[in-house]
């Protein structure tokens, strides 16, 4: 019977060379591909919410979500109610699985980041308890009962003029944001805000810092409509969204930092 020859060890090595290869050429391709499930997971978390506001306002006669209202409750302690995740739960009954972008895993237990989600809070009186989401609605939207829309340092103060609020039906829908990306649960942004550090979530801040994030591909932040389509937009395209009334995208951004949104 003939003998069978084995590999030698330079065939094996040429062998395990090539597999080494292959695994690195690989990676990255995969690595993108788990990055793109999750924008698209995200997309469709962001359209989830933005249905089940629709749903909310025409069940309301038209009226958005009052800002007032989640305002009262925060002042008197009252949990789980008022603000927009607790008025959307019975329009999606996963709203605490859909309100968490998949490329934030884990909780802040505060103010969110490009990594955390915000919250939850601990605390049974506050309207974060056992809330935690990585989103904010476009706080102009809320609803035209909203005189002093805003909390700072406990006390309520005007974020803007009367006439900046949206009206629902809204003008050019399609690019008059309703949900995004966002380190905190609501933002009110102006066409002169700075983009902020683009990893905090905007702390100290009420307008575009909250939702300059770079969570995508360290470029884009995802954002929905009120007319209901989600997409992923380059961080320099958001002072390009008409935010309010008043809101200007024509307006020429304030200075970025270095490679934004490269």
Request: charged fraction near 15%; include cysteine.
């Amino acid at each position: 019977m003939p003998r069978r020859k084995g590999f030698t060890l330079v065939e094996l090595l040429v062998v395990i060379g090539i597999i080494a290869l292959l695994i690195s050429i690989l990676m990255p391709a995969l690595n993108n591909a788990r990055t793109q499930a999750r924008t698209i997971q995200c997309l469709s978390n962001l359209r989830q919410l933005t249905t089940a506001f629709q749903m909310y306002v025409n069940n309301n006669k038209g009226r958005s979500i009052y800002y007032s209202t989640a305002v009262k409750f925060a002042q008197d302690r009252t949990p789980q109610n008022g603000f927009w995740m607790h008025e959307l739960r019975p329009y999606n009954g996963d709203i605490g699985v859909i309100g968490v972008c998949p490329e934030t895993p884990e909780s802040s237990g505060g103010w969110g980041t490009v990594t955390l989600t915000w919250g939850p809070d601990n605390d049974t009186s506050s309207f974060l308890y056992q809330v935690t989401g990585s989103y904010a609605i476009n706080g102009w939207i809320y609803g035209d009962d909203a005189d002093n829309p805003g909390l700072r340092g406990g006390e309520l103060y005007s974020i803007g003029p009367r006439d900046a609020w949206i009206t629902l039906p809204a003008k050019e829908s399609s690019n008059v944001p309703a949900f995004a990306d966002s380190g905190w649960v609501d933002l009110w942004p102006t066409d002169t805000d700075p983009p902020g550090d683009l990893v905090s979530g905007g702390i100290g801040y009420v307008g575009m810092p909250r939702v300059c994030l770079k969570r995508h591909n360290k470029r884009f932040s995802n954002v929905s409509f009120v007319d209901g389509h989600a997409e992923s937009v380059i961080l320099p395209n958001l002072w390009k969204l008409q935010w309010s009334k008043v809101y200007n995208p024509y307006k020429v951004p304030p200075k970025m930092p270095p490679n934004f949104g490269r």
